[in-house]
Nanobody, 130 residues
Framework: QVHVVESGGGLVQPGGSLRLSCAVSGFTSDYYAIGWFRQAPGKEREGDSCISPHDGSTYYAESVEGRFTISRDNAKNTVYLQMNSLKREGTAVYYC???????????????????????WGQGTQVTVSS
């Protein structure tokens, strides 16, 4: 059974940085991708970034391109999201998702859309406020 656990959320000032972690377990092969989505209060969940652990390809939504960096540590089965230059509108619950449907995850992230499939974590709160 696949498990996904996020950590690293917290309170940060506008312009500040935060690193989120996503620990994944239970996959029997390395053909899957990991994505980060956010859901702000009263809004739909939207994609930010994803990475394909088996080849390291990374993808970003236009709204975070240049500010967020996704990376992986395959030895620890963990994916990180380094978030820099955070804006107030970045306040949201951030979710990590693991999915074997890699093209679907990439499309959702690049378009900044929601996605229903995959295995989701419980989310971690990020609050950007002074």
């Amino acid at each position: 059974q696949v498990h996904v656990v996020e950590s690293g959320g917290g309170l940060v000032q506008p312009g500040g940085s935060l690193r989120l972690s996503c620990a994944v377990s239970g996959f029997t092969s390395d053909y899957y991708a990991i994505g980060w989505f956010r859901q702000a209060p009263g809004k739909e969940r939207e994609g930010d970034s994803c990475i394909s652990p088996h080849d390291g390809s990374t993808y970003y939504a236009e709204s975070v391109e240049g500010r967020f960096t996704i990376s992986r540590d395959n030895a620890k089965n963990t994916v990180y999201l380094q978030m820099n230059s955070l804006k107030r509108e970045g306040t949201a619950v951030y979710y990590c998702v693991a999915d074997v449907n890699i093209p679907k995850l990439i499309v959702a992230v690049v378009a900044g859309n929601a996605m229903e499939s995959g295995t989701w974590g419980q989310g971690t709160q990020v609050t950007v406020s002074s």
